[in-house]
Every structure is written in C-alpha cells, then in structure tokens.
Nanobody, 115 residues
Framework: QVWLVESGGGLVQAGGSLRLSCAAS????????MGWYRQAPGQQRELVAD???????NYADSVKGRFTISRDSAKNTVYLQMNSLKPEDTAVYYC?????????WGQGTQVTVSS
C-alpha cells in the first residue's frame, strides 16, 4: 500500500509560477514511475508529466518548456515546477505513482490561473 500527499496548489496570475510536491509513504520501494495528471471541469484526466524510476521524463506537449518534473528518490517525493502559467492550466492536479499496472492517486490539489 502506498499513500500520496500533495501540496503546493493555489491561485496565481497568468505568467506566474507554482511548485507542487507529492510525498509518498508506505511500500514505496515497489514504485515505478511517479508523475502528475490534471483534470479540468468537464474534461478527462490527462497526463502532465511523469518520471520513471530510472530518471526518464515525459511531458504533455502543452507544458513542454514551461513545466519541470523532478524526483527525489531518497525522500520519495516528486515535484512539479510550473512556470509561465496560463489560464488553461487551471485544473485539479493529481499525483500518480505506478506499481506495475496498478495506479495510486493523491487527493488532488487545485491550481487556478487567473488572466
């Protein structure tokens, strides 16, 4: 069992920055990739960025060049640095961790970008 706790969401003006954190606890040695998804009202949850256990990263096209994912394996924590935020980035952001084909999810943190 793994628990994920997110922090760092909030309200920011367009062009601003936020940093999300997600701390994992429990059987973290079994985890493979960790990353972030988001879900805007009326839309499906989508991948924002993820990081494999080996350090390979993957980004949605819409955030490339603006968002950076990093992972501190010693602290079992994954971060999402979000710069140059746009109103269309407004969503609930969910931390995700994979153990094989099983997904663990955090409770979500709201990010709101005002124009």
């Amino acid at each position: 069992q793994v628990w994920l706790v997110e922090s760092g969401g909030g309200l920011v003006q367009a062009g601003g920055s936020l940093r999300l954190s997600c701390a994992a606890s429990g059987s973290t040695f079994r985890l493979d990739a960790m990353g972030w998804y988001r879900q805007a009202p009326g839309q499906q949850r989508e991948l924002v960025a993820d990081s494999s256990k080996g350090g390979n990263t993957n980004y949605a096209d819409s955030v490339k060049g603006r968002f950076t994912i990093s992972r501190d394996s010693a602290k079992n924590t994954v971060y999402l640095q979000m710069n140059s935020l746009k109103p269309e980035d407004t969503a609930v952001y969910y931390c995700n961790a994979k153990e094989g084909y099983f997904n663990y999810w955090g409770q979500g943190t709201q990010v709101t970008v005002s124009s």
